[in-house]
Each structure stands twice: as structure tokens, then as C-alpha cells.
């Protein structure tokens, strides 16, 4: 298995590891099963479009509706781009 890791002040760790992924991957096996694949490339892709829309873990840990809606309607998003990469002008690797 490829894994990412990242760089913190106290080491590596991998992304797998980290709470941000662990509640992608829970939304994502609460609204579609485990049928979803979830690459680290793919969890930063979620990542990063998160952060650039706005989003902020700390609002989401501390109870924020707004912003687990956020970050819901992102990776449905990305779902959907995913399993239709032609109709969004995508082509699989």
C-alpha cells in the first residue's frame, strides 16, 4: 500500500493516522459503505479543497453543523466527480 506521510513537529506520522482522515473516511462509509476507495491522494485532494472552500477542522471538532455540511457536500462532490471522470472532462490514470 502507497501511504503519504507527513511531516509534524514531534515526526512522521501517515495520514491514515490523522483525525481529519478518520472523519472523511466515516462520512464517506456512514453515506456510501465501504464501495468508496479513499487513496492518500484522493484524502489530500478532499483536504485541500476543504481548507481552500473555507473550512476549518477545529470549527468542525467543536460541534460546527455548517461545517461538517461543508465538508459532507465537498466529498459528495468528489463522489460523484469520481465515479464519472468522463462527464466532468476527466479521464482515469
Do not use: A
Not at 7 to 32: F, N, W
Not at 58 to 66: A, D, T, V
Request: aromatic letters at 12%; a negative charge.
Amino acid at each position: 500500500m502507497n501511504c503519504l506521510w507527513i511531516l509534524l513537529g514531534m515526526g512522521e506520522i501517515s495520514v491514515r493516522d490523522t483525525i481529519s482522515y478518520k472523519i472523511v473516511r466515516q462520512i464517506l462509509d456512514h453515506v456510501y459503505g465501504d464501495m468508496i476507495d479513499l487513496t492518500d491522494e484522493d484524502f489530500l485532494d478532499i483536504y485541500n479543497s476543504y481548507m481552500k472552500s473555507g473550512g476549518s477542522w477545529q470549527e468542525l471538532l467543536s460541534g460546527s453543523i455548517s461545517r461538517f455540511d461543508q465538508l459532507k457536500g465537498l466529498i459528495k462532490s468528489w463522489v460523484e466527480i469520481k465515479e464519472n471522470p468522463d462527464k466532468y472532462g476527466l479521464f482515469e490514470d
